[in-house]
T-cell receptor, first 114, second 116 residues
Framework: GDSVTQMEGPVTLSEEAFLTINCTYT??????LFWYVQYPGEGLQLLLK?????DKGSNKGFEATYRKETTSFHLEKGSVQVSDSAVYFC?????????????FGEGTQLTVNP | EPEVTQTPSHQVTQMGQEVILRCVPI?????FYWYRQILGQKVEFLVS????????KSEIFDDQFSVERPDGSNFTLKIRSTKLEDSAMYFC??????????????FGPGTRLTVL
């Protein structure tokens, strides 16, 4: 079945450091790929998404490119801020018809220190 | 900005008791979902719901679980006889359109269920 694997956390960085969180996936078809973020005490929020190969999703300085050849969707940000501290989830959705489920990775806890 | 809301934020219950977790999806959304996250584990899909019936369910969603849209705004998850292993954070989500792979699911803040 479908699966998503994220790099193990937690990740601790200093402010303005470069961030990469690795995500690879296994799917039988052509999934859509997502990054969700969960700030402390809040629900999951969509950060960015890409729906086909070579698409780049971007939002709030974060980027991820859908790489079909390496089945990856790594999250990057050039300069992190303290406010980026959160848990980041990579996810995929495959079913084109109704009620498509999301399959999540393990989540990566990011802490950014001033 | 419209958001998905969930109540209660934390529910404590005794093993064997029934619990109902409540969600109010975004008002013009058509597809509704429940997920759960056991502490330290992945977020797992439970069920999707459209047009007053279950669209898809996972192997976790056995006979002790049920979902309902009792009125035009609420979407509920009932666990009939709770077990210790049902302790988890339960998330509700909704999508505006067809619920396909590219559609964004909007999540609520979750209900933490603790079964003693």
């Amino acid at each position: 079945g479908d699966s998503v694997t994220q790099m193990e956390g937690p990740v601790t960085l200093s402010e303005e450091a470069f961030l990469t969180i690795n995500c690879t996936y296994t799917a039988t078809g052509y999934p859509s790929l997502f990054w969700y973020v969960q700030y402390p005490g809040e629900g999951l929020q969509l950060l960015l998404k890409a729906t086909k190969a070579d698409d780049k999703g971007s939002n709030k300085g974060f980027e991820a490119t859908y790489r079909k050849e390496t089945t990856s969707f790594h999250l990057e940000k050039g300069s992190v801020q303290v406010s980026d501290s959160a848990v980041y989830f990579c996810a995929l959705s495959e079913k084109e018809t109704s009620g498509s489920r999301l399959t999540f990775g393990e989540g990566t806890q990011l802490t950014v220190n001033p | 900005e419209p958001e998905v809301t969930q109540t209660p934020s934390h529910q404590v219950t005794q093993m064997g008791q029934e619990v109902i977790l409540r969600c109010v999806p975004i008002s013009n959304h058509l597809y509704f979902y429940w997920y759960r996250q056991i502490l330290g584990q992945k977020v797992e899909f439970l069920v999707s719901f459209y047009n007053n019936e279950i669209s898809e369910k996972s192997e976790i969603f056995d006979d002790q679980f049920s979902v309902e849209r009792p009125d035009g705004s609420n979407f509920t998850l009932k666990i009939r006889s709770t077990k210790l292993e049902d302790s988890a954070m339960y998330f509700c989500a909704s999508t505006e359109t067809g619920g396909g792979a590219a559609d964004t699911q909007y999540f609520g803040p979750g209900t933490r269920l603790t079964v003693l």
